[in-house]
C-alpha cells in the first residue's frame, strides 16, 4: 500500500501544471492531490470523496506554512487528519491552517472534505514564511484552533463585523514559541501592528469564477497592499475586531497583514469575503434583493420627484405635499422600526401612508396660515439633510470622532440648520436649488431598488445610524466604480437641468404664489356683496352636491308606469 501511494505521488508530480496563475485540478484517483507554495489550485470537492492533499520539497529556510481554501457560499473542511476535531480542522467558505515545521521537515499533508451534497468548486492555495515573519493567530484564546489565521465574519442588515486572534512573532524551527502575555516590551509580540484592508468585488456581479479571480488579489502579502484599500491601523492594545457598514449584494474581501516594525517583516491572514446576504435563502436572496414593494415604493417616489425637479417652484402644493411627505415618512419609519417588530412590507405600507399625511399637513398649513418661512425652513431642511448625509458620506464620516453619537448628531444638525440660514435671504433660490436636488436625487433611489448603486448609501447610512446604536463604530466605505459614475452624471444632469429651467422660467414671476386662505375668503366676500357676479347666483356648495346625487340616484331608478296610452272614448 505505501509503494502504490509513492507511485501516485511520483505520477502527481510528473504531471504539467498549467499555465497561468492559477492551476486546475480534478479529483485525483486515489484521493491525492499535490500543491506547489505559493501556487493558486482550483479544485472540486465532493461530499462522499474526501481529499488527501500533500506539499513536497519545503524549503529549510521556511518556518512555517499556511494553507487557505476558499468558495463561494458552500462550506469546505480542512483538517489536519482524516478524524475531523474542533481543534485540529476549520469550516467555512474562507478557511485556513497554519503548519508549523519540524527541523528537516520538508513534506507535509492535510485533508479536505465538504458536507454539501452538491460538488464545491474551491480555489487553494499554501503560502511559506520564514522565522522572521510573524505567525498570524499565534497567540490565539478566543477560537478552537491553537494558531488559528482566519478571520471570522458576521453580518447582519446593518453591519459587518470581523474578528481575529492576535499574531506572535516568529521563530526558528525546533525551538518554543515565544510567550504571548508574559511580557509586554517591544521584545514581546505586542510591537506588532495590525493593517485590516477592504476590497470590492465589481457591482451587481455574483459570478463565482470573478469571486476565486479576485481572491488571488487578496491572500499575499504585496497583492493585498497594491490592490486593496487600508481601513485602520491596530495596535497591539486594541480590540481585533473591526466593524463595516454592511453592503447587500456586493462583494467584498476583507484581509488583515500583520507586520513587525522592527523587524520590517509581514504576513497575512486567511482572507474572508462576503455578499451581506445568503445565496440559499428562499426569499431575499443574493439574486433576488429588490422587494416588489420597495421597486413600487420608490418608482412612485421617483416619478413625483422628476416632477418636483422640473416644476416644483410652480407648483407650490405639490412640492409642499413632497417635502411633508420625506419628512414624516422618515421619521415615521424610524420610529416604528425602533419599536415594533412588524415586517419591513408592513412598515413600508405605514411609512406610505404617514408620508401621505405629513404631506397634506404641511399643505393644509400653508393654504391656512401662509406662513412661507415655516414652509421654507421645512424646504431648507430637507436639502440640508441631504447636504449633511454627502458630507458624512465622504471619508469625513470614518473619523474617529464622529463614532461617538453625540459629536455625529450635532455636528450632522448644525449642517442641516445651516442650509436654510445661509440662504434666508434668497428664499426663491433655495425652493429651486431644493426643488432639483431632492428630486433628482429620488431616481437614484428608485434606480438602487432594481440595481446596486452605492449613491443610495448617502442616505442609508444616516438611517441605519438612527436605527442602529451599533452603526456609530462602523467604517461606512463603499465602492465607486462604473455604474456610480454613470448614475452620478445622470444625478447631476437632472439637478442642473431641473435648476436651470425653473430659474428662467420663473424670471419676472412673483416669487412665491399669495396666502391661498386670503384669496378664497375675499372672493367670497366679493361674491356675496357683488349681485351682478354671475357666481352669486351659485347656488352653496351643499345644494349643488345634493343635487349632483339626486341626478346620479335618477339613473339607476326604474323608469315609472305612463298609465293609460290611448285616448279616453266619450
Known sequence: MGLIRLMAL????????????AETVGNSSVGIIEFSVGKFRYLKLSRPFPEEAILQNISSNVTFLIFQIHSQYQNTTISFSKTVLPSTSGTGTDRGLVFILRPEQSMCSWYLETGDAEPVQNLAIPLSYSERDPIPGGCNLEFDLDID??????????????????????????????????RMGQDSRWRLLYDVYQYFLPENNLSEEDLLKHLQRMAEVPQVTANAIKVVTLTANDKTSVSFSSLRGQG????????????NTSAAYVPVHTYACSFDAMEG??????????KVFFTLFALLGLFICFFGHRFWKTELFFIGFIFMGFFFYILITRLTLVKYDVRLILTA??????????????????????????????????????TFFTPLGNLTLFSNDGVFWVTFSCIAVLIPVVFMGCLRILNILTCGFIGSYSVVLAVDSYMYTSLSYITLNVLMRALSPCFRTAFTNVPFQTNDFIILAVWGMLAVSGITLQIRRERGQPSFPPHPYKLWKRERERRVTNILDPSYHTPPLRERLYGR??????????????GERTPLLL
Open 10 to 21: 511520483a505520477a502527481l508530480a510528473s504531471q504539467p501544471g498549467v499555465a497561468g496563475g
Open 353 to 390: 401612508i404617514a408620508g401621505v399625511i405629513g404631506g397634506i399637513f404641511l399643505v393644509a398649513t400653508w393654504w391656512r396660515f401662509g406662513i412661507l418661512m415655516l414652509c421654507m425652513l421645512c424646504v431648507g431642511l430637507v436639502l440640508g439633510f441631504l447636504t449633511s448625509s454627502v
Open 149 to 182: 489565521p482566519n478571520i471570522y465574519l458576521e453580518y447582519d442588515f446593518f453591519e459587518t463585523t470581523i474578528k481575529f486572534a492576535p499574531a506572535n512573532l516568529g521563530y526558528a524551527r525546533g525551538t518554543d514559541s515565544p510567550p504571548c502575555d508574559i
Open 549 to 562: 346625487l339626486t341626478q346620479i340616484r335618477e339613473l339607476f331608478q326604474k323608469e315609472q308606469p305612463a
Open 252 to 263: 467584498v474581501i476583507y484581509n488583515v497583514i500583520v507586520w513587525d516594525p522592527l523587524l
Open 285 to 294: 436572496n443574493c439574486s433576488s434583493l429588490g422587494r416588489v414593494s420597495t
